[in-house]
């Protein structure tokens, strides 16, 4: 995943962000690597699991300060990572009015986040209606994260259960961010 500012935006805060994961054939967590380049910080963060041994190992590397942060973290049996999740998300028939609860951890902690199926919602890209269904991940508020916000995410309601559209509700200094599907291709 390539995430990166645009417009008048990038002057206040720049964001590079290059996210890889990789996963087991059931979506748990095998590994991740996030280099993130926001504002006037530039990280390099790993997580690296240990599903035998019930563990992730979290290692991030301040590469400005050049200094490094280790921990590593119990966690339960076939624990996700963010992408993961939505993996896992898009294989369920979670309809309108439903939840589900999975194990996440974004290496420092873990926890049972909620995911709750809200509404059939249209919505429109470029002129292209994708019907949906919109989710919200409670993964904020002391849950995965400690500061306020919502996260909510749409994923077509059709066989493919393409992810169309995440929204990030946040206060100040981040705001709103939305990020919008491009261009799918079936493989």
């Known amino acids: ?3 990166e500012s ?5 002057r206040l805060y720049k964001v ?3 996210y890889k994961a990789t996963s087991s054939d059931n979506f748990c967590g095998s590994n991740a690597v996030l280099d993130a380049q926001e504002g006037k910080r530039h990280t390099l963060t790993q997580l690296t699991f240990e599903n035998t041994r019930h563990k992730v190992n979290y290692d991030e590397h301040d590469l400005l300060k050049n200094s490094t942060a280790k921990k ?5 049996p076939c624990t ?3 992408t993961g999740a939505m993996e896992a998300l898009r294989q369920m028939n979670l309809p309108p009015g439903k939840s589900a609860t999975f194990p996440v951890t974004d290496g420092k902690k873990m926890a049972y986040a909620k995911i709750e199926a809200q509404a059939k919602e249209s919505v429109n890209l470029d002129g292209k209606n994708y019907p949906t269904i919109r989710y919200e991940a409670f993964l904020f508020d002391n849950v995965l994260y400690k ?4 996260l909510l995410i749409w994923i077509s309601d059709d066989a493919d259960r393409v992810p169309v559209q995440f929204r990030l509700q946040m206060g100040f200094p981040i ?3 939305t990020v919008q599907l491009e261009k799918h291709q079936n493989t």
Do not use: P, S
């Open 1 to 3: 995943m390539h995430l």
């Open 6 to 10: 645009e417009g008048w935006i990038t």
């Open 16 to 18: 590079l962000d290059f």
């Open 72 to 76: 590593e973290l119990e966690i339960a």
């Open 80 to 82: 996700y990572e963010i």
């Open 147 to 150: 500061r306020k916000g919502r």
């Open 175 to 177: 705001g709103t961010v």
